[in-house]
């Protein structure tokens, strides 16, 4: 609701058409017992002058006259006024004071005074609101620019140690313990670019995230990831855990399913239900069995995540591949992504 546009407000406004209603029935009122006698004396044959009839049909319409302009002049317009100031209230105009009740009977005045006062109060209260939330706003994307900062110092000094390590073993786990950096800092940033907005765009950020592990993780281009998520926004609890999973499951699929240069595709996709998200990461490498490898940290890790969102991680895996699944409950979050 818009405000009222504030020309200049008149007290004979004709768009109060129920007021004026129902001043038209008042008029048949006043008019009525009038009309009865008339038709009795009609039907009683009863004598009367033209002088008579002209003297009591002058005195009620002067009546009537009066009635509409004393109810109109001292109510009605009033009425109206009031009901022009809270439209504008109404559309978040709480600073209108329009209508000057200056020349309003004492109860419209009063009444007028202490809607006035409700309004600069709420107005009062609004703006301390609004300027508690933009200093939030702004401390929050403050905190996610020294952390997105912070990361990327980690992550190029884990560049430098990589270059530097001449084990191979040593430079895989660095890799890994990178990218995961990488990942954190990934989150930050989108967070910080999304500025008021509260979610992060589950297909931004799990898109980069591909792209992230393609440049990161391949092999000459033998093994085709291949991204395709549905866009839901994500909290901040619940982005970094599904980007986190993402890696691992990922990295585990580069790192068991396609020994010895086995060329390859691994599949990730992200469905909404209607209140359950499903995460998939679907292999056709050679597979391997969880349980002989569920002392590595990335594994304990898809584990803990599903546990973290308050659902479920279930992996199945032959000589086929192997497909991962997260599943979790979806979260109402306050706001929507453009077009939801």
């Known amino acids: 609701m818009t405000p ?9 406004d004709g ?13 048949a009122g006043a008019l009525s017992p009038f009309l009865v006698i008339l038709i ?3 039907a009683q044959g009863v004598p009367f002058g033209n002088a008579y009839m002209a003297q009591s049909l002058l005195a009620l319409m002067i009546a009537a006259a009066l009635v509409w302009f004393g109810s109109r002049m001292l109510v009605l317009r009033w009425l109206e006024g009031l009901d022009w100031v809270v439209s504008d209230y109404r559309g978040g105009n709480f600073r209108s004071k329009a209508i000057n009740f200056d020349r309003a009977p004492l109860e419209f005045r009063d009444l007028a005074a202490t809607i006035y006062r409700m ?3 709420t107005d009062r209260s609004d703006r301390r609101l609004r300027q508690a939330i933009e200093h939030q706003h702004l401390l929050a994307r403050e905190i996610h620019h020294r952390v997105r900062n912070n990361l990327q ?17 040593a430079r895989r786990i660095l890799v890994q313990t990178r990218v995961r950096v990488s990942t954190l800092a990934l989150v930050h940033n989108l967070l910080y670019e999304a500025g008021e907005e509260i979610g992060i765009s589950s297909k931004l950020l799990l898109t980069e995230m591909c792209q992230l592990l393609s440049a990161t993780l391949a092999d000459d281009s033998r093994i085709h990831l291949d991204c395709d998520f549905v866009d839901e926004a994500l909290d901040l609890d619940a982005a970094v855990p599904v980007a986190l999973w993402l890696l691992e499951t990922v990295a585990n699929a580069y790192q068991h399913g396609f020994p010895d240069s086995r060329p390859g595709q691994i599949a990730a996709r ?16 050679i597979g391997f069995d969880y349980r002989e490898a569920g002392s590595y940290i990335g594994l304990r890790m898809i584990a803990g995540i599903g546990r973290q969102l308050g659902g479920r991680t279930e992996t199945i895996s032959g000589q086929y591949g ?5 599943m979790f409950p ?11």
């Open 322 to 326: 192997t497909r991962s699944l997260l």
């Open 153 to 169: 110092i980690i992550t190029s000094l884990l560049g430098l140690q990589i270059a530097q390590a001449e084990d191979a073993g």
């Open 270 to 285: 992200l469905i909404v239900g209607d209140d359950l998200i499903t995460v998939s990461v679907t292999d056709d490498g």
């Open 330 to 340: 979806r979260r109402n979050i306050s706001n929507r992504l453009p077009g939801q």
């Open 119 to 121: 309004g600069a109060a």
């Open 15 to 27: 768009r109060r058409a129920p007021l004026r209603r129902g001043l038209l029935l008042l008029f």
């Open 4 to 12: 009222r546009d504030h020309r200049r407000w008149s007290p004979f």
């Open 40 to 42: 009795v004396r009609i």
